[in-house]
């Protein structure tokens, strides 16, 4: 028998063709099949917006209670407004005033049918970021008394407000030389002030609406120019007390 091996059967070579055609195939679809649905990753420039994007602050709760300096005659933006708009300027954190005043209203009077600030602080609430008590030219009345009323008003506003900073501003007066009674109620809201270690300023002794132009006719409502005056002195004493952020 002549040497070497044996030809392949017939269906040998049809196994051999079978496979390399099942292999061509393989390659065929693996090249060509679409692309897996899955994650489409963000861009980088909106991961950069993601990243930068800060969250809006909570808006500082500004409470303000006074007599009724505090108020604005019509047409006129009253000063409570010129310093919560001097807190948000410039993008900086929001601001949401409350202000509960009334003429003749004080820390130991109330007007007729009105109410003492204590009341009024107590129906505008708590929780509030900052509180500003400015007055009274109002209370009338012995210096022991306006200063027990001041401190009883200060420490319900502290028990309302507890991480509240608190600012009492003394009663204003358009003469440099202020009768003897409203000299008294600020003394009296001084030693309040100084017994609860509240910040306290004194528009007396500082002539804050003792410049012409600041108040009216009457001699007691500020004017515009009296109203942004104010402004302007209680907004610095308002500003380092309380966080840029909520």
């Known amino acids: 028998m002549a040497g070497g091996l044996p030809p392949a059967p017939r269906w040998a070579w049809a196994v051999m063709v079978l496979g390399v055609v099942g292999v061509a195939v393989l390659a065929f679809l693996l090249s060509n099949r679409p692309p897996p649905p899955g994650f489409t990753a963000p861009s980088a420039a909106g991961l950069g917006d993601l990243a930068t994007t800060a969250p809006a602050a909570a808006p500082l709760r500004l409470l303000v209670v006074g007599d009724g300096s505090t108020l604005a005659p019509e047409g006129v933006v009253g000063w409570p407004q010129l310093v919560a708009d001097?807190?948000?300027?410039?993008?900086?954190?929001?601001?949401?005033?409350?202000?509960?005043?009334?003429?003749?209203?004080?820390?130991l009077v109330a007007p007729e049918g009105g109410q003492t600030f204590g009341q009024l602080a107590e129906g505008a609430g708590g929780d509030f970021d900052a509180v500003v008590?400015?007055?009274?030219?109002?209370?009338?009345a012995a210096f022991p008394d306006v200063q027990a009323a001041a401190q009883q008003t200060i420490e319900a506003v502290r028990a309302a407000s507890p991480?509240?900073?608190?600012?009492?501003?003394?009663?204003?007066?358009?003469?440099?030389?202020?009768?003897?009674?409203?000299?008294?109620?600020?003394?009296?809201?001084?030693?309040?002030?100084?017994?609860?270690?509240?910040?306290?300023?004194?528009?007396?002794?500082?002539?804050?609406?003792?410049?012409?132009?600041?108040?009216?006719?009457?001699?007691?409502?500020?004017?515009?120019?009296?109203h942004q005056a104010l402004a302007d002195r209680i907004r610095p004493l308002v500003e380092p007390l309380v966080p840029a952020g909520g």
């Open 86 to 107: 001097g807190l948000s300027a410039g993008g900086a954190r929001p601001v949401e005033l409350t202000v509960a005043a009334a003429d003749g209203s004080g820390y």
């Open 133 to 140: 008590l400015s007055g009274s030219r109002d209370d009338n």
């Open 163 to 226: 991480e509240a900073a608190v600012v009492a501003v003394g009663p204003t007066w358009p003469e440099s030389t202020p009768p003897g009674y409203v000299q008294t109620d600020r003394d009296a809201v001084a030693a309040a002030a100084e017994a609860t270690a509240t910040a306290f300023a004194d528009p007396l002794a500082e002539g804050w609406l003792t410049a012409p132009g600041l108040v009216g006719d009457d001699d007691e409502t500020p004017t515009a120019e009296g």
